[in-house]
């Protein structure tokens, strides 16, 4: 039998949940490992340069960093049922919504994990037993804590501070509510086929909504179509489904659109602003940029929301509006028309001020 893959990941990491539902539905032939301390704190930074989970192994022994690259490599080797719809508008919302998914919803699901103890047993038990497989439980709790409290001390630059708990719990459960509505009429995002839009919020609602006790009970519980979504993802028939015809995009995501308008692309241009002031004060020479910035104010909901800016995210976008640049003048106004009616006709004009070259969980400029 051909070597298969291996993920290193945990079932309790965001970026895992996200990697490891995309590759099941790639059908993709792989073992699931949870990571030990050793693979985490030697083997994957010497491979990839960054402390960081998933990250793929392929049968030849090529190290993949990164959902989108570990995708994107994937999509190459598998590329039956791609993922990234074909049709404009579908491509750019699902690559929109990715992003958003993946950097936007970090704080919410950070905040649910760690401000309700309830959650702690699970951590505790799954991250001991993932990082320590051969000790005694004793000592799988002390670096459990130890690990538990490194995570603890990056709540407030994620912007988990009691001041601004009412506006992201408000935020998170309308959301929640608007995603249930949808997933009442359909089985994924964009159709009956995941797109990489669904991929990207699986991450925040597997490991830290859907399974954690508190959040699992109380926000995923009693909404079923959202928990029937969940369940979905990481039980998918590999390959199934469609994207919807005549490139539409589901009227039920309009809110989630309204979100990465209204309140995402604030905090991109937040980070872009924080980027260009660093750029200032940074020695000619150097490129890489911190993996956080100053603290930057944006809309959430009906509120403000301030959290640390964090450069990686400008990489994100930057994915989505080249892939707009790569389509055809007519299919860009197709997009831009889409785009114009949710309120945010320059959307695709977006400046970012740089152009950013992926390093690990860091960036680096490319002047
Ligand atoms: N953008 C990265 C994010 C990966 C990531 O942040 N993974 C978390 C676990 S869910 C991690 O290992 N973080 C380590 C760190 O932030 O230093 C990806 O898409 O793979």
Redesign the pocket.
Known sequence: MAKPYVMH??HL????G??RAYLRYKGVPFVDHPVDALTLMWKIPRKTG?????VVVTPEGEWL????D?AEEIERRFPQAPVTPATPRQRIAALLLEAWA?EWWIPPAMHYRWIYPENYKLFERDSGDGLLPWFPRAVKNRLAAYVANKMRGYLPAVGVVPEQRAVMERWTEDMLDVLDRHFATLPFLFGTRPSVADFGLI?PMY?HLGRDPWPKQHLVGPRPHLKAWIERMNAPQAGSGEFLADDAIPETLRPLFDAVFGEFYPMVEGIRDEVQASLRAMPPGRARLP?ALGMIEFPMGKGRFSRAAMP?TLW?VQRVLDAYRALSAQDQAGVDAWAAALGAPQAMRLDLGVRLKRMG?HVKVER
């Open positions: 990941g945990w990491s965001f970026f895992s996200k990697t960054a402390a960081v989970m998933p960093q990164d959902t989108t570990i993946d991450g490991g993996r990686y994100m969980l």
